[in-house]
């Protein structure tokens, strides 16, 4: 099989380059306001241990009651939380959520690369893998301490375990309702997938706000299951889907001390929030702001992962399940004030996969032997295209946040 080996020799070599690309570097030290926060923390940690957890959180309550404008909670419990056990080993509270950071954006690409090969073959992973390497956006997060790659990372595992628990079942199970018989047994998850998927949710509930968005998303596919016809929807796992979020969610609510602290926290961000100067003046715009920004950062996969939503066969469910998650996704979070392409994060696997399902249809139709290197030629120059932009904007340019007024500078198309 020297096709397979060499595929896999060019797929760790993707994988390598991806990890490469993800490590931080001398530029990314300089600290955002963001980063500020989370290093507080950690070292307020420091001092109270994390039984002292609740203590913080009611710091944060107070000083938010005095200050004008909001700022981040200490409710990124997870994100957080495995800072401080990276800064336990002797790395500065800082470097311990760069260290996180750049943990969770190698783990993704495994994870997206994991899922492209489970439902493409080894073919598949590579070109997945590879847009998932080059994708600008991740880089940038993975050099950063900010939590939104942490959070795309779990938004994916649990978007993986969603697909498949309804995928790959076990062979019978007992039905929704009633007792099985030979007419009416379904299949059910394998419980090592449900985990993986309970796993995901919680993780989200426990890393952001931004959980919400995701979740919402997931219910969309359950509900619209009857027509996408994506899977299997069983009494399991519906049980993981409502319990798994709810453990998080009392996590959450022993960390703040209460359910009362908790949500007065997220009620004083809130309000505190959409009268901030910097989420007025960048937080903001029409429904297409989110296309817009991907389109400035990464146009080739972004508009190859629109035109593969009307371009290429519906009967993958692959697809039906992350169109929506896509779209559904995408419309909870015009929320005003709000809006930054960083949260967009966790379309990443799902743009990379649309993206490379065009680039193969449109490889299908050389003949013969030539199929095969028009494929990869194509995802090399989509890569290649993709390695420009993160060098133009976040190399070259030094953007911090990428919004729409940053990203225009480097890219010369406006002049303050």
């Not at 990124?76 to 790395?91: D, E, N, P, Q």
Request: aromatic share 10%; glycine share 8%; net charge positive.
């Amino acid at each position: 099989m020297p096709e397979r080996r060499a595929l896999l020799v060019l797929l760790f070599l993707v994988l390598a380059l991806g990890t490469w690309l993800r490590m931080p570097r001398e530029q990314d030290r300089r600290k955002g306001v963001d980063e500020a926060h989370y290093e507080r923390y950690i070292n307020a940690l420091d001092q109270t241990g994390v039984l002292g957890w609740p203590s913080v959180h009611a710091g944060y309550i107070e000083e938010q009651k005095r200050q004008p404008h909001a700022f981040l909670p200490p409710t990124r419990v997870l994100f957080l939380g495995s800072a401080k056990i990276v800064h336990a080993l002797g790395v500065s509270a800082l470097e311990s959520i760069r260290v996180v950071s750049c943990a969770a954006g190698i783990a993704m690409l495994l994870i997206g690369t994991a899922f492209a090969w489970r439902n493409g073959g080894p073919g598949a992973a590579l070109g997945v893998g590879a847009l998932l390497a080059c994708a600008p956006l991740l880089i940038h997060l993975s050099h950063r301490a900010l939590i939104d790659g942490f959070f795309a990372l779990w938004a994916t595992v649990a978007l993986w375990g969603f697909w498949e628990s309804v995928r790959a079942p076990n062979p019978v199970a007992a039905p929704l309702c009633g007792a099985p018989t030979a007419q009416s047994a379904v299949a059910t998850p394998h419980r090592g997938w449900l985990a993986l998927y309970g796993v995901g949710l919680a993780a989200m509930v426990l890393t952001k706000e931004n959980a919400a968005f995701a979740f919402i998303a997931l219910v969309a596919i359950i509900a619209l299951n009857r027509w996408l016809k994506v899977g299997s929807i069983t009494r399991e796992f519906l049980v993981v889907t409502v319990v798994a979020p709810a453990l998080g969610a009392a996590v959450l609510i022993v960390a703040a001390g209460g359910i009362g602290p908790l949500l007065e926290a997220y009620r004083l961000n809130v309000e505190k929030s959409v009268i901030l100067p910097y989420a007025i003046a960048t937080g903001d715009g029409p429904w297409h702001r989110y296309l817009l920004d991907f389109i400035l950062v990464s146009p080739a996969v972004t508009l190859l992962a629109v035109a593969a939503i009307g371009a290429t066969p519906w009967t993958d469910p692959a697809k039906r399940c992350l169109v929506v998650f896509l779209l559904v996704s995408y419309a909870v979070m015009q929320v005003r004030y709000g809006m930054n392409m960083r949260y967009g994060a966790m379309w990443a696997l799902p743009m990379c996969w649309l993206a490379f399902t065009l680039l193969g249809t449109l490889a299908a139709r050389f003949a013969g032997r030539w199929r095969t290197p028009a494929l990869a030629l194509a995802v090399a120059i989509v890569c290649a295209l993709e390695l420009h932009s993160y060098r133009t904007l976040f190399v070259v340019g030094k953007i911090y946040d990428p919004v729409a007024g940053a990203l225009t500078q480097p890219l010369k198309m406006w002049k303050p």
